[in-house]
């Protein structure tokens, strides 16, 4: 039998988290937005909800869930908000959840708990400026002197990476050759406020403003060699893994961002008059707006299918391939539409469509282009 509905205990959390964005995330986050502020207030709030540890274990201070109710509560926030959102994913699925996948017992005990309550951020450091999608292109270098490793290098757009709570950023870096003579790359946690960490001033950024998104540079920067996470030389492989969870994710903000579309217009054209009428009464309207649901339908079924393998334990990086391509698309059509309706209200800032349209583009860039999720679906049909 195949059944969509949500379990009682995945629907309570999906309205906790609706009531929680409607009442205390969209009445401020305007002004955060045109600020360029970081939303202190609403992170601990949320910390304080237990969504940072929703798919960790009780035992590091988690809430015992799977990473299916993350993706929920992230659909929820985005309908009214991405960068409170993105800061949310990139804090679970970056920050967080390579610790939990990859680290020893001891490093877990360390940084999770805190990681988990919402009182420390993490954020992963992959991203640099001449890499792009090439990710194994990476010149961080990373040499064991002495018991300690010795980073040099930068990284580009890293989320969560400059604010008062972040603890911690796992870079990945070139530690040696590989037996095949190509490059060795391993991920070092660097926590906060290490001699030779330099965080950049904050990006001037399109959207997500009122997120936080940094360059790093590492000067001879030393951490003890424990800080290894994972084994070395398979870096690379870990960061595929967790940027394969990451897309299902980021496909869950982009069906939030699409829902937002279209319950902005829904509101709109029940209240905005044209030549007599309200213009929902109009069938070009009420034709875009079909579109626009179809869309977010069709979105959050292909997540949701991705999703459900994952926590099955079942191969899942076509899904998941398949869901960010489809949801970014989604999230963009959705956005342009959405504009269009309101005229020149969508664009201005003060209404939420104009965010969303300043938003939804970097959901077709970031963990992985639309071009990288089509290679990847061509690949898992043996295209080569």
């Known amino acids: 039998m195949i059944d969509f509905r949500l379990d009682e205990e995945h629907e ?24 360029e502020e970081f939303p202190y207030e609403l992170v601990a709030k949320m910390g304080e909800m237990g969504l940072f540890g929703l798919p960790f274990p009780e035992e590091f201070g988690g809430m015992g869930g799977d990473y299916f109710a993350l993706c929920l509560a992230l659909e ?71 018991g300690e490793w010795v980073i040099n290098g930068s990284k580009s757009f890293i989320t969560n990476s400059g604010t008062t709570l972040t603890r911690l950023v796992t870079v990945t870096a070139v530690t040696g050759t590989a037996p095949g003579g190509g490059k060795e790359i391993s991920t070092i946690i660097v926590p906060a406020g290490t ?11 399109v959207g997500w403003n009122a997120s936080d998104t940094h360059e790093l540079s590492f000067s001879d920067c030393r951490v003890p060699g424990e800080n290894l996470l994972g084994e070395r030389g398979r870096g690379y492989a870990q960061f595929l893994s967790i940027l394969d969870e990451g897309r299902i994710a980021i496909a869950a903000l982009g069906v939030g961002l699409a829902q937002g579309c279209v319950d902005e217009c829904l509101r709109y054209v029940g209240e905005r008059e044209a030549f007599g009428h309200r213009i929902g009464e109009y069938q070009a309207i009420q034709f875009k707006i079909a579109d626009m649901e179809t869309r977010v339908h069709t979105a959050r079924l292909a997540y949701y299918a991705a999703a459900a393998k994952l926590v099955r334990g079942e191969p899942f990086k076509k899904e998941a391939a398949i869901a960010k391509l489809v949801s970014s698309n989604a999230a963009m059509d959705n956005a342009r539409d959405a504009t269009q309706i309101f005229g020149g209200y969508g664009f201005m800032n003060e209404f939420p469509v104009g965010r969303f349209y300043r938003d939804a583009k970097i959901l077709e860039i970031g963990e992985g282009t639309s071009e990288i999720q089509r290679l990847l679906i061509a690949r898992s049909l043996g295209l080569r």
């Open 76 to 146: 929820e926030l985005a309908r009214v908000d991405s960068s409170v959102a993105i800061t949310l994913e990139a804090g679970v699925s970056l920050g967080a959840m390579p610790v939990y996948r990859f680290g020893t017992r001891e490093q877990r005990e360390r940084w999770l708990p805190e990681l988990c309550a919402g009182r420390a951020l993490g954020a992963f450091g992959l991203t640099e400026s001449g890499g792009g999608s090439d990710a194994g292109a990476t010149r961080t270098t990373a040499k064991l002197v002495d």
């Open 12 to 35: 309570a959390l999906r309205k906790t988290v609706h009531d929680f964005a409607r009442s205390e995330v969209a009445p401020v986050i305007g002004g955060y937005y045109e600020r």
């Open 195 to 205: 001699f030779g960490f330099t965080v950049a001033p904050k990006y001037s950024k």
